[in-house]
């Protein structure tokens, strides 16, 4: 990079071309005795020569010479760039002949003119090597100078690209971390936070425009857990991703399509006119979800149950609207599934109610608020008592007696199922243990317990059950547990081992509603499952829908042929049992016989050793 001149630092090396040799020796005399190293040419031909063998620090030239003079030469030399800054001294031997202005115009840089006076000629060598070197290091340090900046703007050049690729990199990081913390990773919709934003600005807007209104959708996939289970996460994800993407189409640019977690999705329909125009839009996306979705592993049928809220300026922030959505979409649920509801304010009223129901719940074990009641379970074939199913219920302090069909599902929501199961099964135990003590009952008599599917995955379940019976020295095979399919079906592996399990203590299994489940059968074949409780709304229309008695005897023959028994629920009348025992059902439960009851009355029933 770096072009220094080679200008001469030692000796300076001197060329003179004079075709007169008293001339050139002359002054080669002299400078030679100021130090100078010092070349000679005759003529001009010999000079270039001389210069392009070796750089001269100056030359002192002859203007008259033969062939080629001074002038000629000199030109030569400038027009050369190796030799263009070889400072030149005309040598001229008569004045008027000297042409200064040519002499200068050619690139000389002084003349000396003959007769010569040795200082003078000393003087003037002296004084333009000093100027030529003193050219020469401004030259050097121009260059140099030159360099550095170059270098310097190099490296500006380089980091300005660095910094700006660094900058780049910075604003697609950036990019990325706000993509990432406004959008769900697996659908790539809008996620809660960005959903939430949006319906603030929606909010804002009803305050400036008072008769603008939108809907919130809150929606939320049917069974999703039974695709989860039964078919891995992986089709779980792929299905979300699919019913992402029917939604987005059916979105206009203005909706908002959010994820907001597990099976949850939410869309806020922008600028509506009625409420009309988003139950029109969530019938469509319930007809849309309707046909099948084909992923890569299985071909999935889903449904949804969607809750609808008309957003408007009484609304302050969007929890409570999602809070309204969320309420009405499980009505929807509770409706049936597979459909919408839209919200109402004896909704909100009804939500405070389950609340405060909940929070009573919560007290409700520790006040000792629960009972249970015992129904009897008859043997079809002698028409005696067999055993007794344990129904819970609560005498709650204001509301009076409040039924399972309320509470349960608030229980199994909130976790509470787990500490009322465990205690209706303890306190069964402990009734049946003393009806026996008592004579009151056979040995053989049985009593039944409901579990709940929340308690399938418990991991103690089976020291629970262990411990009841071994406290209360009941024998196992004097229990029976009554499970729903749903239990049995969303528990899966877990439900298979304990099911094991409990086979191993000899405690008797049921499956409850048998027959209004959502599941295959193969489950009768891998579960060691002893008796099959066939659901009382086959019962019900036993005479109005003869269908019903071909369903019943097959699953009275189902339950023969894999060597269980069969058990109908919700006997009202002699009719039915009549012909439940034709079908040779083995055992019948029934307000027929009797109604759910507290101990005291069982043992009163008990007394008057009732047949049927
Ligand atoms: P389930 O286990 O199927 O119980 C049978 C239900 O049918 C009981 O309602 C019973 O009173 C009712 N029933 C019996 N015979 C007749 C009849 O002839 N006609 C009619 N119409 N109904 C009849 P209940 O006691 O209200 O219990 C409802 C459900 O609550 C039970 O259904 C069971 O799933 C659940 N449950 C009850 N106690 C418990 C419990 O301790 N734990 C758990 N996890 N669930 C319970
Ligand atoms: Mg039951
Ligand atoms: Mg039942």
């Known amino acids: 990079m770096s072009k220094t001149s080679n200008f001469n630092m030692g ?7 004079d075709d007169t040799p008293d ?39 002859d203007i008259l010479m033969p062939e080629m003079d001074g002038y000629a030469v000199c030109e030569f030399l400038k027009a050369n760039e190796q030799t263009q800054k070889i400072p030149v001294i005309f040598l001229s031997a008569i004045d008027d002949i000297l042409d200064k202005v040519k002499a200068f115009e050619v690139g000389g840089v002084d003349y000396i003119t003959k007769p010569f006076h040795a200082e003078e000629v000393l003087i003037r060598v002296k004084n333009h090597i000093s100027l030529r070197a003193a050219e020469q290091k401004i030259l050097n340090l121009n260059i140099e100078l030159e360099n550095r900046v170059q270098e310097r703007t190099l490296q500006l050049e380089l980091t300005n690209q660095e910094l700006k690729r660094e900058l780049y990199e910075r604003q697609q990081l950036q990019g990325q971390l706000l993509y990432r913390a406004f959008h769900d990773p697996l659908t790539n919709l809008s996620n809660r936070t960005l959903f939430m934003e949006r319906l603030d600005d929606a909010i804002k807007l009803t305050q400036v425009e008072s008769d603008y209104q939108f809907a919130v959708l809150f929606l939320d996939c049917d069974r999703f857990k039974v695709i989860n289970d039964s078919l891995g996460h992986l089709v779980g994800d792929e299905l979300l991703i699919a019913i992402g993407k029917r939604l987005q189409i059916l979105m206009r640019d203005s909706d908002i399509l959010a994820r907001l977690g597990g099976d949850e999705f939410a869309i806020c329909l922008e600028k509506i006119t009625d409420i009309n125009y988003a139950k029109i839009f969530a019938d469509t996306i319930l007809k849309e979800l309707s046909a099948p979705f084909k992923l890569s592993r299985a071909e999935v049928f889903i449904s949804a149950s969607i809750g609808i809220v008309l957003g408007n300026r009484n609304y302050n922030n969007p929890q409570e609207l999602l809070r309204d959505a969320d309420t009405a979409m499980y009505r929807a649920k509770t409706q049936g599934k597979s459909r919408y509801c839209v919200f109402t304010d004896d909704m909100y009223q009804q939500a405070i109610k389950l609340l405060q129901l909940e929070n009573d719940l919560k007290r409700a074990i520790e006040r000792q608020e629960f009972i249970v009641y015992y129904q009897p379970i ?21 509301q009076g007696m409040i039924s399972p069909v309320e509470f349960i599902p608030i229980a199994e929501e909130t976790g509470l199922i787990a500490a009322i199961d465990t205690w209706v099964l303890k306190t069964a135990c402990i009734q049946l243990r003393n009806w026996q003590k008592q004579k009151l009952v056979d040995e053989d008599v049985s009593i039944s317990v409901n579990l709940s599917v929340r308690l399938f995955s418990q991991p103690n379940l089976l020291e629970i059950i262990d411990q009841a019976w071994r406290e209360i020295q009941l024998n196992p095979q004097n229990l029976k547990l009554e499970i729903t399919e749903s239990a049995i079906m969303e528990n899966g592996e877990a439900a298979a081992v304990i099911l094991q399990q409990l086979r191993k203590c000899q405690i008797q299994l049921s499956i409850d509603d048998f027959g209004t489940g959502y599941s295959s059968l193969s489950y009768l074949q891998r579960f060691p499952v002893n008796i099959l409780k066939i659901d009382q709304c086959f019962i019900n229309t036993l005479e109005s829908n003869p269908r019903n008695t071909g369903l019943i005897a097959t699953i009275i023959n189902l339950a023969h042929t894999s060597d269980m028994k069969a058990i109908a629920e919700g006997i009202e009348t002699p009719e039915k049992l009549a012909q439940l025992r034709d079908l040779g059902c083995d055992f019948g439960q029934g307000y027929l016989f009797s109604k759910p009851l507290a101990a005291k009355s069982i043992v009163d029933l008990l007394a008057s050793s009732p047949h049927w």
């Open 11 to 17: 000796k300076k090396d001197i060329l003179i071309v």
């Open 23 to 61: 001339n050139l020796r002359f002054l080669a005399t002299i400078l030679n005795q100021q130090g100078y190293s010092v070349r000679k040419a005759l003529d001009g031909q010999m000079a270039i020569t001389a210069c392009q063998n070796l750089l001269p620090d100056l030359i002192l030239l």
């Open 378 to 398: 008859v043997s079809l074939s002698t028409g005696r008592i067999s055993g007794f199913e344990a129904l819970v219920r609560w005498q709650h302090p204001t």
